[in-house]
């Protein structure tokens, strides 16, 4: 929420709103890489074990094959993906994320 705010605020000319995909030709995209590939470790684990691709030591992997191929997608339709590692969530964020582990726990 914080970077789609501090875009729109600044640059709205770079949102878009529609999503389909021929409208982002020629563009770089800016992708929050840790949400991306969390978002096809819930897709893996919902479908259960049958069929999943894994790596000799039995790990599953089909999470970074679901990466690939959505970047494969991105490219073929001119979309230059940028994949952002935010690193270390700020010393503000630290008290949420204590809240987040109770609860988990």
């Excluded at 729109?8 to 030709?25: L, Q, R, V, W």
């Excluded at 959505?70 to 993906?81: N, S, Y």
């Amino acid at each position: 929420h914080g970077l789609t705010k501090l875009i729109g605020d600044n640059a709205p000319e770079a949102m878009k709103t529609d999503g389909k995909i021929d409208n982002y030709f020629g563009r770089k995209i800016a992708i929050d890489a840790s949400m991306a590939i969390y978002q096809f470790l819930i897709a893996v684990r919902q479908a259960g074990g049958e069929g999943q691709l894994t790596n000799e030591a039995g790990e599953v992997t089909s999470h970074l094959t679901g990466m690939f191929y959505r970047t494969i997608r991105m490219l073929e339709a001119g979309i230059k993906p940028v994949f952002v590692f935010d690193g270390k969530p700020p010393t503000l964020k630290g008290g949420q994320l204590a809240k987040r582990k109770e609860r988990q726990a």
